[in-house]
């Protein structure tokens, strides 16, 4: 009879224990049993037999058959020090029956502010692509220079050619030969050619313009697609056919300004070279040309 009420007390003993046990399931599918000795708001600490063990509330799905919602916290870094305030885990308030514990209620958390570090540096990719970027900058602005340089001196010198070509042939007057479009009217009075021939040169130059403006803008709009690699070509094909165009009519005109400096025709035909320019890398082979068939004409007796 003693026996069997030692065994009673001891079967009660082990029942009460799980009575009073609390039951977690974690999101692995593992069940623990245990009693929760502390509750915060992103861990429990469970009693397992005297070994205490903390579980974060992320890792677990369920305490106690209920479900364990954790509210996702979002957080923008900013190199400010400001301070942002940003909800964290919300749980209902009142007490656990089971655990007996308090539950705290809901609560909002305040990001701790916030300043960047006065040893603050640029990150290494960073201050690799800002070396090239000055660098090309360099390049660019000194390419811009030179081309300044050059059509300045290709203007004075070509400037100097016509009027001395004018001042020959007893043409004036000879301050025109420095201003731009009205040296065409001073080549004419020279060539002894019409003023309406004004409009090839001026409607030479109006398309180019249009047609350079419209493809740098479709190729801005339309990116590096393929319809921006298409205007690139018919671009340069229109290029080709305004400067031919320009390259008959300069080699007609300085034919005509040859006769009139009592020199054979075919010299000042060859200004017709002009047309090199619209071929890449060699068009400093007209310039050159050019140069020496005005100076020829100019300063020759």
């Known amino acids: 009879m003693r026996n069997k009420v030692i065994c009673l007390c001891f079967i009660s003993l082990l029942f009460l224990g799980n009575v009073f046990c609390d039951t977690i399931i974690l999101k692995s599918g593992k069940q623990v049993e245990g009693s929760i000795k502390e509750r915060t708001n992103d861990a429990v600490k469970v009693d397992m037999?005297?070994?205490?063990?903390?579980?974060?509330?992320?890792?677990?799905?369920?305490?106690?058959?209920?479900?364990?919602?954790?509210?996702?916290?979002?957080?923008?870094?900013?190199?400010?020090?400001?301070?942002?305030p940003v909800p964290?885990?919300?749980?209902?308030?009142?007490?656990?029956?089971?655990?007996?514990?308090?539950?705290?209620?809901?609560?909002?958390?305040?990001?701790?502010?916030t300043s960047a570090p006065s040893s603050f540096k640029v990150s290494p990719g960073l201050e690799k692509s800002t070396v090239p970027l000055g660098l090309a900058a360099g390049v660019?602005?000194?390419?811009?220079?030179?081309?300044?340089?050059?059509?300045?001196?290709i203007y004075v010198y070509t400037s100097i050619c016509l009027?001395?070509?004018?001042?020959?042939?007893?043409?004036?007057?000879?301050?025109?030969?420095?201003?731009?479009?009205?040296?065409?009217?001073?080549?004419?009075?020279?060539?002894?050619?019409?003023?309406?021939?004004?409009?090839?040169?001026?409607?030479?130059?109006?398309?180019?313009?249009?047609?350079?403006?419209?493809?740098?803008?479709?190729?801005?709009?339309?990116?590096?697609?393929?319809?921006?690699?298409?205007a690139n070509p018919i671009f340069m094909i229109l290029n080709f056919f305004l400067?031919?165009?320009?390259?008959?009519?300069?080699?007609?005109?300085?034919?005509?300004?040859?006769?009139?400096?009592?020199k054979k025709g075919w010299i000042g035909a060859l200004m017709a070279i002009s047309i090199l320019n619209a071929v890449p890398f060699v068009s400093f082979i007209s310039l050159i040309g050019c140069g020496v068939i005005m100076g020829y004409l100019a300063f020759s007796e």
């Open 140 to 153: 660019v602005g000194g390419m811009i220079l030179l081309v300044l340089f050059m059509g300045i001196i």
């Open 49 to 84: 037999e005297g070994v205490v063990i903390t579980y974060y509330l992320m890792d677990i799905d369920s305490i106690n058959g209920q479900k364990v919602i954790i509210e996702s916290v979002t957080v923008t870094e900013k190199v400010s020090p400001q301070t942002t």
């Open 88 to 113: 964290t885990e919300t749980y209902p308030g009142g007490k656990d029956e089971s655990s007996g514990l308090q539950v705290p209620g809901d609560q909002e958390e305040t990001i701790p502010e």
């Open 163 to 230: 009027q001395f070509i004018a001042k020959k042939t007893g043409n004036e007057p000879l301050f025109l030969a420095w201003i731009p479009f009205a040296h065409h009217f001073l080549r004419f009075k020279i060539a002894k050619m019409n003023y309406l021939w004004i409009f090839v040169p001026v409607g030479v130059f109006f398309l180019s313009f249009i047609g350079g403006f419209s493809v740098s803008l479709f190729n801005a709009l339309s990116g590096a697609g393929k319809a921006a690699v298409t």
């Open 243 to 262: 400067t031919a165009i320009y390259a008959v009519f300069s080699g007609f005109l300085w034919y005509k300004i040859s006769l009139a400096r009592n």
